[in-house]
């Protein structure tokens, strides 16, 4: 199995985008192990976006990811759930990303790209353990009893 951490930020929260985001998740046949609405704060936010750090939109990310509140999730599904899910939520500028895509369908602006996605497998685990603790995870999706996952 394979994770990946999404991030619906404050801008798809405040447009009422959380539904028809996850709904997207859902009908593609990914499964979410984690959920949760929740307020980043400073601290979490420069630790996930670390690698940012430095980079002139920096700042503005930190200041826009902990504006209010956010929907967390994690979704599994078999190796290349975390390529599937980039590919459905699409370039990092929306109005670059293709139509069909999330960021394509929903948003214009770079500062507002609706969406977070790991960009690897490992960055999906990395997250995943930023932002949830074991316990607030499903551990039982059964690939036996959802065999066409
Ligand atoms: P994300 O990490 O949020 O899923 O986005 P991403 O992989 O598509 O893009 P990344 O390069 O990781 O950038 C992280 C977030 O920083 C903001 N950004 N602003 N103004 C700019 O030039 C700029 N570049 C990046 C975006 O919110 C982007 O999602
Ligand atoms: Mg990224």
Do not use: C
């Amino acid at each position: 199995m394979e994770r990946a951490l999404i991030i619906l930020k404050p801008d798809a929260v405040q447009r009422g985008l959380v539904g028809p985001i996850l709904s997207r998740i859902e009908q593609r046949g990914l499964k979410l192990q984690g959920l949760k609405l929740m307020q980043v704060t400073e601290a979490l936010a420069r630790i996930h976006y670390g690698e940012h750090e430095g980079k002139p939109f920096f700042q503005g990310l930190v200041e826009y990811i902990t504006s209010a509140p956010v929907v967390v999730a994690v979704v599994v599904g078999k190796a290349g759930t975390v390529e599937m899910i980039r590919t459905m939520v699409g370039a990092t500028n929306p109005a670059k990303a293709a139509p069909g895509t999330i960021r394509g369908d929903f948003g214009v602006e770079i500062g507002r790209n609706l969406i977070h996605a790991s960009d690897s497998p490992e960055s999906g685990e990395r997250e995943t353990s930023i932002f949830f603790d074991d316990a607030e995870l499903i551990q039982q999706w059964d690939r036996a009893t959802d065999a066409w996952i």
